[in-house]
């Protein structure tokens, strides 16, 4: 270990606890790791599991283990190492790239091709959503239940979120396709006409 690291920990044991820093160890507490619960608060690892300790609190993580989203402000599975980004907002972003194309397509058609689009787009039907994940009531107990169902549920509202997203992407993929192919400026098929 090196000096900086010795007086950084000095230093933060040294460092009393506010209140606000023990309301957000008791809330992530078996949600995410001692060591990523000590580099959201700027603590280390033995301060962290020393004031859970003190506090009655468990900081055993049942294997997943969560980051936070700095552009949803939500915690995560996982984040793009290249844009720091969940999965959800890339989604969401590529989604409204889509749409943004989806209306820039509709702007081209002529009124008389638009109309008859609109009509027959709207006899489509959609791809039911999948059902929204079920939170499960466990009493409090001292194993950790309700961290670890806390945790189960937070995965599973964000698979949900994805394929919810996937599929209105997958849509205005689809919408965008047809449109261009109304107009004939689909560019998969532009080179084919031309080979």
Known sequence: MNVTAAVGEQDDALR??????????????GILSP????????RTEASVEEAAGRLGLDVRCD??????CDHCATWRTRLNSRTGWCRI??????LRGRERACAEALAAMAPSERAVYEK??????????????????VSATPDGKPRIEEARYLAEVEEWEYRVLKLRYDAAKTRLRRMREKTGANPRKAGRRNG
């Open 120 to 137: 027959t787009e709207a006899e489509r039907q959609s791809k039911r959503l999948p059902p929204h994940p079920v939170k499960r009531l």
């Open 16 to 29: 009393p606890w506010t209140e606000a820093e023990e309301t957000y160890l008791a809330n992530a507490a």
């Open 35 to 42: 060591e990523n619960l000590g580099r959201a608060l700027g």
């Open 89 to 94: 907002c890339t989604m969401r972003e590529q």
């Open 63 to 68: 294997g997943s283990s969560f980051v936070w």
